[in-house]
Structures are given as C-alpha cells and as structure tokens.
C-alpha cells in the first residue's frame, strides 16, 4: 500500500500527506515519523531525524559490537523505474520542486528512504522496506553507525579535473601542410567526437549523488610555432575569408602549431540548477606539422 501511495503522490494523484512512515519508537530512541508543515503537507523527515538513522540498530542489537545493522537508500520520489537498485535513474520536476517550495533550506530533491537489514554472520539482508519521505537527500546514512557522506564542492572541483576534456584540434588553412612566408594562415580549432567539449554533460554519482558537469569555454591560446601566441580568446576561428584567428610567418621554417584550451565548468546536483564550478582545467591539443616556405618570383622572356 506504501508504495502504491508513494507511486500516487510523484504523479500527484495522491496527497503526499498520505504518505506516511511507521511511528513505532525504537530502542534507539529514534521515531520514525513526519512531520507537517502547518498546512497538511507531509514534508517528510527532518534533518536531525534523517541524521538518527545512522543511530538507529535492529532491535536487541548492540551498537557497541553490532550483529546486524540497518542499510539505507534514498531513491527520488519519482515514478518507475526508480528503485533501491537504481535510486536516481529519473529525477523529475516534482521531487525537486517540492522540496524548494516546501523545505527550501534542504537539499533535495524529495525521496523516500528505503531501509534493509544485514547481517554480519553473511545472512542474506532482508528486502528493502520504505520508511518515510525526506527533503535532506544528502543526510541519509549508508548504514547504521555510518553518518551520511556530504557531497562538498571539494569533491566536485576534483570530480571537474578527472573529466575527460576533448582534445582541441589544429585545422590550418593552406589545408595541406604547407603555408607561404609572408602570406596569413588562418587558424580554427575544432573539436573532436571524444572527450566532453563545451557544452557537452558528463554524468557521474558521488556519494550517491547525481552530479552533472558541462564544460564550458574560458578561453584559447593558439601556439603557431614560431613562439608566438594568439589569445586566450574565445573565438574558434575559421578558414578563408572570414576566419579571425591568423598568422603570417616572416621566414621558412618547419612548424608544429598547436592549440591551448582553458575550460571552465558547470555542475548540476540531482537535476538541480547550474552553478559555476570555482576552478579551471588547461588542456594541451595535438601539434600540426606546417612547413612554411619562400616564394621566389622569376621573370621569364618569350
């Protein structure tokens, strides 16, 4: 029956006051009931209780050397097919939006907490059983006498320098390789299909949180080899005739002109707004080989 009303109130067919955990008082002083906001709204467990949890044991267990203990999951309160298994595979409008304009100074967005029992002499944990809804996602212990691991912007600035950034591409214009003393080469930089480029989102769970992370274009420095640098700038360039970004070598050489990116980034928390992350990644691209050569005028007679 739970369910089926957890299942009603994310389709909002069911008043989330419905919703309702048991409130037996357990050994370890925690109760498992909601709380109402005034008005008839269940807003679900608050943070102090989500915090107990961590406190909570199976009954006759002892804390101090435990023989069983509680697991718990929060799975965003959302239709199918979020589960205990795979608790944030949909983050939708509703889980978010009710805890903004319900609980604003929680984190969201708004799940139900699953809770099991293990075993330490390797039983087999009973199923999943859910026990309440909360808005503090981010408190809900892993177990029992482990407190919730916070996600921190440290751990997201980390998680922005392990993305796999996309290696800016050279394409140089003359295209084969070969450029005139004293005539522009017209750079553009290129990005490949591996890697994330700007815009692109890669998506990853920290401490079972969703975390998105876009990058974005700070800047670029386009090396031409010769020991000069153009930029940063945030242009891409472009060929013959309306590309920005050239060069005008003033003597033959072989060149390996390469391209320098500064990337910023952007992250989104379980669906939530996209917030500026606090630090930079350079990335170095592949070098081109360019040789730059002189043109001779001759005069010929008939």
């Not at 983050?91 to 139900?112: D, K």
């Not at 072989?254 to 910023?264: F, L, M, Q």
Request: hydrophobic share 35%; glycine share 10%.
């Amino acid at each position: 029956m739970l369910d089926q009303l957890v299942l009603g109130a994310a389709m909002g067919l069911v008043p989330s006051a419905a919703i309702e955990p048991p409130c037996e008082k357990e050994e370890s002083g925690f109760f498992g009931c909601v709380r109402d906001d005034g008005g008839g709204v269940d807003v679900g467990l608050t943070v102090e209780q989500t915090h107990a949890l961590a406190d909570s044991y199976p009954p006759a267990v002892s804390p101090e050397s435990p023989t069983a203990w509680y697991d718990y999951v929060a799975v965003i309160d959302c239709i199918p097919p979020n589960s205990p298994e795979r608790p944030r595979l949909e983050i939708c409008g509703f889980a978010i939006s009710f805890c903004e304009e319900n609980v604003p100074e929680s984190s969201g967005p708004r799940s139900i907490i699953y809770r099991r029992t293990g075993y330490a002499d390797g039983t087999d944990p009973t199923t999943w059983e859910p026990i309440g809804p909360t808005c503090f996602t981010d408190s809900v212990p892993a177990r029992s006498g482990e407190p919730a691991v916070e996600l921190t912007e440290a751990m997201i600035v980390e998680q922005f320098h392990r993305t796999d950034f996309a290696l800016p591409q050279t394409v140089l214009q003359p295209p084969d390789g070969t450029a005139l003393v004293n005539l522009p080469v017209y750079f553009e930089l290129v990005w490949p299909d591996a890697g994330f480029s700007p815009s692109e989102i890669d998506t990853t769970t920290l401490v079972g949180r969703q975390v998105r992370i876009r990058p974005t274009l700070v800047g670029a420095t386009y090396l031409t080899g010769d020991g000069t640098a153009i930029g940063p700038t945030t242009s891409l360039g472009g060929p013959y005739p309306d590309g920005d970004v050239t060069h005008t070598y003033d003597t033959a050489a072989d060149v390996a002109p390469s391209i320098s990116v500064e990337y910023g980034g952007e992250v989104s928390v379980d669906g939530g707004p996209w917030t500026t992350i606090p630090s930079t990644a350079t990335i170095d691209g592949p070098a081109v080989d360019l040789q730059v050569l002189t043109s001779r005028n001759r005069l010929y007679s008939d």
